[in-house]
């Protein structure tokens, strides 16, 4: 059974700071990182870790959000700091699960994130 547990998403002011946690339970190979999408628009790549803890980051967030891992709780976080009204979106966890030896993309249920301005 696999499962992503997310957590920390709420109202925020303007300027604000926000964290995001995902959890990850059963054969998960690996939590690659965060999309988010925004009413009326595309989800779109926020932040992804590596394995190895290499990131890469959506020029919208550069300087403002951090990802990061905790290996021993198998959980991603995404500090999200001096936060924006166009943050404003669901924010979905994503992580590769192997099936059969192939490998799939898994998604978390997602967690709101509202800035108000």
């Known amino acids: 059974q696999v499962q992503l547990v997310e957590s920390g998403g709420g109202l925020v002011q303007a300027g604000g700071s926000v964290r995001l946690s995902c959890a990850a339970f059963?054969?998960?190979?690996?939590?690659k990182g965060w999309y988010r999408q925004a009413p009326g628009k595309q989800r779109e790549l926020v932040a992804t870790i590596t394995k190895g803890d290499s990131t890469n980051y959506a020029d919208s967030v550069k300087g403002r959000f951090t990802i990061s891992r905790d290996k021993a709780k198998n959980t991603v976080y995404l500090q999200m700091n001096s936060l924006k009204p166009e943050d404003t979106a669901v924010y979905y966890c994503?992580?590769?699960?192997?099936?059969?030896?192939?490998?799939?993309?898994?998604w978390g249920q997602g967690t709101q994130v509202t800035v108000s301005s």
């Open positions: 059963g054969s998960i190979f690996s939590i």
């Open positions: 994503n992580a590769v699960v192997p099936v059969a030896g192939t490998f799939y993309d898994y």
